[in-house]
């Protein structure tokens, strides 16, 4: 209630990198706590009650197992994506070489403006847009959100969904 738990959930990546155990903190713990609520509340007030730590580590151990595993299957699948829409994008033609650029951009960002494509692939802003057309009707690789016509911005929609997808 008081919000300790989910500062301490968020901690808990910070210092395993801290520690150099993780190069990033990439590890968030808290869907499987959230999974295992019932669990996680017991071995919490065992190492309140009767100091069973040991208890509390190997279930901390699981979650970490766990976590770390659909990470990597995570990973494996946007992989296969990326690989996937490249082949793709290659059909493209002449627009092929700065729609690899424009992918290339969104699998580091999968929500962006035109703008911030540009800079990230150094496209001028026309030929952001220009080729931004394709992705969305030809291939459906991106989807754009506002509905406008200026200040358009841009999702990776099948990178999201990966994302999205429930860890079970």
């Given at each position: 209630m008081d919000g300790n738990g989910r500062l301490g959930r968020l901690l808990i990546p910070l210092i395993l990198v801290e520690a150099g155990i993780l190069s990033e903190p990439l590890l968030y713990l808290s869907v499987f706590f959230k999974k295992h609520r019932q669990v996680y509340y017991e071995r919490l007030q065992q190492v309140r009650v009767t100091g069973d730590w040991e208890a509390w580590l190997l279930f901390f151990v699981?979650?970490?197992a766990e976590t770390a595993n659909q990470a990597v299957a995570t990973a494996r699948r946007l992989n296969q994506l990326r690989e996937q829409d490249k082949v793709r994008v290659a059909e493209l033609?002449?627009?092929?070489?700065s729609a690899g650029l424009l992918l290339d951009a969104l699998f580091q960002q999968p929500i962006a403006n035109v703008a911030h494509l540009?800079?990230?692939t150094g496209l001028t802003p026309a030929t952001v847009g220009r080729?931004?057309?394709?992705l969305e009707d030809t291939l459906g690789i991106v989807h754009e959100l506002?509905?406008?016509k200026r200040n358009r911005i841009f999702a990776y929609r099948a990178y999201i969904d990966i994302l999205n997808q429930d860890p079970s």
């Open positions: 699981d979650a970490v033609g002449r627009q092929a070489g540009s800079e990230r080729v931004l057309t394709p506002t509905g406008q």
